[in-house]
């Protein structure tokens, strides 16, 4: 029951830039690069409200470098999928993921893709729930970002999977 009173108490918005700017909470470093992927509708984020206070995010990338992952017209990338940790294993993560899923197909996309750590069970589990059990290669750099001599930047190993739309 709890569930259920907690989601009809949240909305799912399409952030635009000034919303973007509201809520972000990322590294500081990185936010003007964040800030210009929106601005090109490159990134989208949609943000989870529990009246005026963001409780989650998660951001629907378009198109990458690497095609397989996000071509800008079948496949499209989700990222930084985050809910505020009072409101977890409540529903909102599977909200934002099903909201980004629905844009995703109303814009014509059939496929969406994700990264994870394979060693996250709790994140592994939710992703194989919601359709994302398809594994398509395995990476170690950042999808959305280059050093500044245009370099891959080296992460911690990580896996993609995809879901048909």
């Not at 990222?79 to 009072?86: A, G, I, Q, R, T």
């Not at 969406?112 to 395995?138: A, C, I, R």
């Amino acid at each position: 029951m709890m569930k259920k009173v907690l989601l009809d108490s949240i909305t799912v918005i399409k952030g635009s830039p000034a919303d973007f700017s509201k809520y972000y909470g990322d590294s500081k470093y990185m936010r003007a690069g964040f800030e210009k992927l929106v601005e090109q509708e490159t990134l989208i984020p949609f943000f989870a409200l529990f009246g005026d206070k963001m409780i989650g995010k998660i951001y629907f990338v378009t198109k990458l470098g690497d095609l397989q992952i996000a071509d800008g017209k079948r496949v499209g990338y989700i990222c930084n999928l985050y809910v505020k940790k009072y409101f977890r294993n409540n529903g909102v993560g599977t909200m934002l993921v099903e909201t980004v899923k629905r844009y995703a197909i109303a814009n014509g996309f059939s496929a969406l893709t994700l990264g994870v750590e394979e060693d996250h069970s709790k994140n592994m589990y939710l992703y194989d729930k919601l359709g994302f059990n398809s594994k398509v290669k395995e990476i170690n750099t950042d999808l959305l970002f280059k050093d500044a001599e245009g370099r891959a930047i080296l992460v911690k190993p990580y896996a993609v999977y995809s879901c048909d739309l």
